[in-house]
């Protein structure tokens, strides 16, 4: 038998924020920095990929290429119009930081307009999938935390 040594993980641990709508419902947001401006993210791991606001400020002159394959996968994101792709210079989390991250982009307008109405933050973008795995995201609801394994 082979002796095996455990490496033990390290871990980055970010706020959840709940966000109740009204009529029932909850979403899972996280605050981070992006492009150095204050910004909210939804937290959906049914999103295949992580996508971004093309309509924020936050990416003003940004540079994006229309999206012509189907690299999206077959969820939500997968039909979306207008998709681009483009590059995050950087995004935050407490001390978690990446750093020139490609990413999809599209209108968010009707996730904004229903949150404004229902007085919730706006939305830059939504946390999906991919970089949950990459991360080996953990979400704990009870202690309203995400985590990430740092890399």
Known sequence: M???????????????????????????????IINGKKSVLLVDTGASNSVFDSESDIFDGAEMETVNDNGMGSGFNSDLPQLVRGKIDSIKWGRMEIRNMTVFFTPMNHINHLY???KLPRITGILGSDLLLEYNAIIDFGNSIVLFEKK
Request: one cysteine or more; hydrophobic letters at 30%; glycine letters at 8%.
């Open 116 to 118: 404004k109405r229902l």
């Open 2 to 32: 082979s002796s095996m040594t455990e490496t033990k993980k390290s871990w980055y641990k970010i706020k959840l924020n709940l966000l109740e709508i009204d009529g029932g419902g909850t979403h899972i947001a996280v605050r981070c």
